[in-house]
């Protein structure tokens, strides 16, 4: 009970969750400003409806005024209204531009993949030699969702992180490869003001320069099944000594795991060398 | 009642419709002679589009054969061709966005 | 007619019927504008598989079949002619022949489906026409089928969609015909000038299927 | 006389025409050819108010269990939690397979079951004859069949009843590929939704052939009531748009059913195997080339409903007559090129989205021209307070809300935060129950007299106009908010996102105002039933209106007017000057004057 009424007495602007990406303050500013002319034109028309309903409330002897309407009046309130909307469209169309073009996308700091899957998301950084490996459709399954193509030594040492946690440093501007194993997902980032479906078989270029360390949320705003609503995410900010602290841990892991892996491998192929001679002599 | 006046050219019709069907007939063969492999092929993604072009040509000419005459819209009244002429404009219309949307990726 | 007069002549001067299979046909227009609108897309996208696929169907087939509904539809317009002028005969006649046409492009229609259903892919048609991948053992259809690749799809799809159009016209053609032979004979002009018009209308569809499918893709 | 138009309805002469079988003779009728498959305009208009409402509260019924789980999840529904079934509910909880498929049949039935039918099923078959002083459809048979393709159609929707999988679940827009991945409720769903389709043009073409052709003497269709001038603009938005949600249902019927792959682009990691080749977005537009007409199918006529009744509680001519029309047409004519403003987010072309961000935004205007020509309509009236204009004036009200929240979304950049949001909900709740459903109820009110013969109450009528009106906005204007802090659409539990949390207070208020606008709506079946059994006899032109339904006796017999009748002026002409009444019915050549052989200006009549 106590909080329903809370936001009764709040502006509407006020409930918008802190904006933490530089082009935010933008959309921000365009709601607004869409928000107060609305508000304008809610309160003139409200003003006339409700004033006319109390001055104009039948009485038994007054007879209404037999008028058909004047052209010049419908010329006026025709051509008024298209100029202020289409002002608002090309008012809008530069933070359309910015946000949306692909090819107008800055050049990356920092760019990672991420894939939408039913129901959660896959995020990959290149590793320890910085660079993506290739993909391959005809790879994709359940068990390799970005479809790394395995003939690519590039893509040996990529980090793919599962859980959903994307670790970002703050004033860059970071790239996001997006696209989804599946159906239909919508990457939403709240703080960012960033949202972008993920087509299948399509790889869509997100951008955002996040401006505010700290943890923020990933959510799906696209109906992707039963589970929709538990495809949450994390996005942690980092500054840049932070983030180069995160990403050279992962790095080593990831390399430290590839030598273990390598020796496994020399163990295994000495092995199967040692057996196929074996076989060879035998026969 | 709903054609006194056709009852008086009915003679005319019947030729229309052998005169119309002759044509539909003639490019019928062009259109299955055009689609033979008569366009060398180093004319490459010209020739494959000069062989859609003159497909959908004739394809159109023999529909608006079928529509004027057949269909009478020739001598109906003319406000029926907007119940051809709005759906083709709607249709122009989803090609157009249709195939921007291929344009950018 | 005596007393009142409340059902009035057509106001636009097209009869009743005639207006409705009008407003009707925009809306098949719209119908058709759909599924062409969608092949324009998708063939830009996989145009070596449409080519490859094109290779498969059987143009002399569809030839036939054109022929014979470009037929059907002259002796549809001949028989609305003659019930106009009040000759029920030859009105019998070429609405026969109509049906007989229309009977003929269902059966080749049929023909070429099954060839279609009884065609087992082969590895050099696996790799073409579906990019290497196997073919779908749960398909509801055997051989080639929608499932096949997206052109066979469209094949499918739009041949499907006229040939049931064909047989929704053949119902009432039928029924016109054989009441044609009873006592009380047939003598709505305005029914069959509709039905008419809906006729020109599926092959008015055809032809533009014929190329679009059969026709505009390179043999080689 | 043409074979389709031989309706030859004679009212007089009852038994001359029992033969006839184009003719329906009420005496002659059987009960089930009376009320049952009956070609009368008048008892089709009827059935499908009565199947309409039955699906209101159908719809309504999931919409509270919506808000039950978004209010408080994991609790048990009260009272009938533990009847439901086992593969809905657990210990009385909604599970989350179930609460997608109650939102997905929540907006299917509203839309296809229950605006649509209302606004042009209903209002169609009751306005468009009566209206244009004739006596049935142009082909009364094709309308019993729009009907009764209805009944079997919302059965095979809601099919998925039956399966284990449950209903269609991929939301009331099916996007591909989760539609096509999802199991037999959704092939059912494809196939109800395009058969209520094709009832939808068979009415939309009966409708075009009526106002085209059957117009009484004197109605040029610059005489016509904006309502008919409406369900024309809409008769045409549904000939020319439904085909292509048609050919967009059964493309994915083919992807869902024979394993196709329209929509499914290559290697899809999902249990289902698909050859690929095809493309997703390709639905949504072809999907959005009908359903964003579909918005005006379902408020055009909403539009000129509002537009008659307060012209005549007002008691004055309609501001703008023909502004009005070209209005309409406009919102028409953009409505077939704006699609792709819900697509703003999709991963189509942004350059599209430009182009579709300008003419969506010019879109404001007609329905700016609209508001405003009503404001000019009430301006310097005599306003009659009844149940009929307060839903009208309601409308405006809310219809205002609903128009400017569309400018957000209809600015791409703005759109990028609050799509898919519940800033979108709240908007298309405004429009469409907000706008259409209010307008609705404003035409239930108006025409109830003429429809059954009997008055309303207007008491309960008032009280159902209250609390509908006060528990709507309660309901959806807070969801505005929500919107704004981002609270996404079509979420099961929205409180695992720390950002959420704080709203679940909000979702709790709005859960206990739509469960009182639920039960508000129940005066509204009360009156209705009370009245039929109980209510007062209507005369015959109970609000003293113009137009020509209110020549007919009441409720109209069969073939509707008992004498021929001319139309002399527009629909209208409220309060003229001179003249002894304030209204001058259409059919009504002399008007008598106030001043004893004054001579009424013939020219003043005239619609300009």
Redesign the interface.
């Given at each position: 009970?106590?909080?329903?009424f809370?936001?009764a007495y709040r502006d509407?602007?006020s409930?918008?969750?802190e904006n933490v990406s530089t082009f935010g303050a933008?959309?921000d500013g365009?709601?607004s400003f869409?928000?107060w002319?609305?508000v304008l034109?809610?309160l003139l028309?409200?003003f006339?409806?409700i004033a006319?309903?109390i001055k104009?409330?039948?009485?038994p002897n007054?007879?209404?005024?037999?008028?058909?309407?004047s052209n010049i009046?419908?010329f006026t309130?025709?051509i008024l209204?298209?100029f202020l909307?289409?002002g608002?469209?090309?008012f809008?169309?530069d933070?359309?531009?910015k946000?949306?073009?692909?090819m107008k996308v800055p050049k990356p700091d920092v760019e990672v993949d991420v894939m939408a899957?039913q129901f959660g998301w896959q995020i990959r950084y290149p590793g320890p030699d910085g660079i993506f490996g290739k993909k391959d459709?005809?790879q994709?399954?359940?068990m390799n969702?970005f479809?790394l193509d395995s003939n690519d030594v590039n893509g040996k040492d990529d980090i793919i992180i599962e859980n959903a946690q994307l670790h970002l440093p703050i004033n860059k501007n970071v790239v996001v490869n997006l696209s989804t194993?599946?159906?239909?997902h919508?990457f939403?980032l709240?703080?960012f003001?960033?949202?972008?479906?993920?087509?299948?078989?399509?790889w869509?270029k997100v951008w955002f320069n996040g401006t505010k360390a700290g943890k923020y949320?990933i959510?799906?705003?696209?109906?992707?099944?039963?589970?929709?609503?538990?495809m949450?995410g994390e996005i942690f900010m980092y500054s840049q000594q932070d983030y180069d602290k995160w990403l050279d841990g992962k790095n080593k892991t990831m390399l430290e795991l590839q030598q273990k892996m390598k020796a496994e491998q020399e163990a295994a192929t000495a092995a199967t060398t040692s057996d196929s001679t074996a076989t060879t002599q035998g026969s | 009642m709903a054609s006194t006046h056709q009852h008086d050219d009915a003679h005319d019709h019947q030729k229309d419709y052998i005169k119309v069907i002759m044509w539909l007939l003639i490019f019928t063969a062009l259109t299955v002679a055009a689609a033979l492999d008569w366009i060398p092929a180093s004319w490459g993604d010209y020739g494959n589009k000069l062989h859609i072009g003159i497909g959908l040509l004739i394809a159109f000419a023999k529909a608006a054969m079928v529509v004027y005459i057949f269909m009478h819209i020739k001598f109906d009244q003319k406000f029926i061709r907007l119940f051809i002429g709005i759906p083709l404009f709607l249709f122009s219309v989803m090609v157009f966005a249709f195939t921007a949307l291929e344009s950018f990726y | 007619m005596s007393g009142l007069s409340l059902s009035h002549e057509p106001v636009s001067g097209v009869a009743h019927g005639k207006l409705a299979m009008w407003a009707f046909l925009a809306s098949e227009i719209m119908f058709f504008s759909g599924f062409f609108g969608a092949f324009i897309v998708l063939r830009n996208s996989n145009l070596d598989v449409f080519s490859a696929s094109a290779a498969e169907l059987n143009k002399w087939l569809a030839l036939v079949n054109t022929i014979v509904l470009i037929g059907s539809s002259l002796t549809m317009a001949l028989s609305i002619l003659q019930l106009q002028k009040g000759n029920v005969k030859l009105f019998r006649l070429f609405m026969g022949l109509t049906i007989l046409c229309g009977l003929i492009f269902l059966v080749v229609k049929t023909v070429e489906y099954s060839g279609k259903f009884h065609h087992v892919l082969d590895e050099h048609e696996i790799m073409h026409l579906r990019n290497g991948v196997p073919p779908n053992p749960d398909a509801l259809l055997p051989g080639i089928n929608p499932s096949t690749n997206v052109f066979f799809a469209f094949y499918f799809l739009m041949t499907g969609f006229h040939a049931i159009h064909v047989i929704a016209g053949l119902i009432p053609m039928v029924f016109m015909f054989v009441k044609s032979f009873t006592k009380g004979g047939y003598n709505h002009p305005v029914k069959v000038e509709s039905l008419g018009l809906y006729w020109h209308f599926v092959d008015l569809v055809w032809i533009f299927l014929f190329p679009i499918l059969y026709l505009i893709f390179p043999a080689h | 006389m043409s074979a389709t138009s031989a309706v030859a309805n004679n009212h007089h002469d009852v038994h001359s025409h029992s033969h006839d079988h184009h003719g329906h003779d009420h005496h002659e009728l059987s009960f089930i050819q009376k009320y049952i498959f009956s070609t009368d305009h008048k008892v089709i208009a009827r059935q499908f108010m009565f199947s309409a409402l039955f699906f209101l509260f159908v719809g309504g019924f999931f919409a509270l269990l919506i808000r039950w789980q978004l209010a408080y999840p994991g609790k048990a529904i009260p009272i009938i939690g533990n009847l439901l079934p086992a593969t809905w509910v657990t210990d009385g909880v909604v599970q989350a397979s179930f609460y997608t498929q109650l939102l997905t049949m929540h907006g299917s039935v509203m839309i296809f079951l229950v605006i649509i039918p209302l606004a042009v099923g209903m209002f169609g078959n009751f306005c468009i004859p009566l209206m244009l002083g004739t006596d049935d459809m142009a082909l009364p048979k094709l309308n019993m069949f729009s009907f009764w393709l209805m009944p079997p159609a919302a059965m095979i929707t809601m099919g998925g009843f039956w399966f284990p999988d449950g209903m269609a679940a991929a939301g009331w827009t099916s996007y591909p590929p989760l539609a096509v991945i999802n199991g037999p409720g959704q092939t059912c769903w494809l196939i109800g939704v395009f058969l209520i389709g094709f009832s939808s043009i068979m009415g939309g073409v009966n409708y075009i052939t009526t106002i085209l052709n059957k117009r009484t003497p004197g109605m040029t269709l610059f005489r016509m009531p904006l309502t008919v001038w409406a369900l024309f603009i809409t008769a045409m938005l549904i000939v020319l748009g439904t085909p292509v949600l048609a050919a967009a249902l059964s493309m994915q019927f083919f992807d869902q059913f024979l394993g196709s792959s329209f929509f499914i682009p290559d290697n899809l990691v999902t249990t289902k195997k698909f050859v690929g080749g095809g493309q997703a977005v390709l639905f949504q537009h072809l999907f959005w080339f009908y359903s964003h007409p579909a918005v005006y199918i379902m408020i055009l006529t909403p539009m000129g409903i509002v537009s008659d009744v307060l012209a005549t509680f007002a008691r004055k001519p309609l501001y703008g007559y023909k502004a009005m029309i070209f209005a309409l047409m406009a919102i028409a004519f953009l409505g077939f090129i704006v699609w792709g403003h819900h697509m703003f987010q999709s991963g189509m072309n942004p350059l599209l989205g430009t182009t579709f961000m300008l003419s969506t935004i010019v879109i404001a205007v007609p329905s700016a021209i609209k508001i405003f020509n009503w404001l000019g309509t009430i301006w310097r009236g005599n306003i009659h307070f009844t149940a009929a204009s307060m839903n009208a004036l309601a409308f405006i009200a809310t219809f205002i809300i609903g128009g400017l929240s569309g400018v957000f979304m209809a600015s791409a950049p703005i759109d990028i935060y609050i799509h898919d949001t519940y800033f979108i909900v709240a908007h298309i709740h405004y429009v469409l129950f907000g706008g259409a459903l209010f307008g609705i109820f404003a035409g239930i009110y108006y025409w109830f007299p003429k429809m059954f013969g009997k008055m309303l109450n207007e008491n309960m009528g008032r009280k159902h106009f209250y609390w509908s009106f006060i528990f709507f906005n309660l309901t959806f204007f807070p969801m505005h908010i929500l919107g704004v802090g981002g609270h996404m659409r079509r979420i099961y539990d929205p409180y695992i996102y720390d950002f959420l949390k704080p709203f679940q207070p909000m979702n709790e208020f709005i859960t206990i105002a739509a469960g009182l606008l639920g039960f508000s709506q129940l005066i509204l079946v009360v009156n209705i039933l009370w009245t039929i059994k109980f209510g007062k006899k209507a005369p015959d032109n109970p609000w003293n209106a113009n137009t020509l339904e209110w020549s007919a006796p009441t409720p109209p017999p069969h073939g509707n007017f008992t004498e021929d009748i001319r139309v002399y002026r527009g629909p209208y002409e409220y309060s003229m000057p001179g003249a002894k009444e304030d209204y001058a019915p259409q059919t009504k050549q002399d008007i008598p004057s106030e001043v004893e052989g004054e001579i009424v200006d013939e020219s003043m009549f005239k619609a300009h």
């Open positions: 009970m106590k909080g329903w809370e936001w509407m602007l409930f918008f969750p933008q959309l365009l709601f869409v928000y002319i609305s034109i809610f028309t409200y006339l409806l006319f309903i104009y409330r039948a009485q007054r007879k209404s005024y037999h008028f058909h309407g009046v419908e309130w025709t209204p298209t909307f289409v608002i469209g090309l809008s169309e933070a359309w531009t946000t949306k073009y692909q899957y459709r005809n994709m399954s359940k969702l479809g194993a599946d159906v239909l919508s939403f709240p703080n003001r960033v949202k972008q479906d993920a087509l299948p078989g399509k869509i949320e959510a799906c705003a696209e109906l992707c099944g039963s589970n929709h609503y538990a949450r | - | - | -």
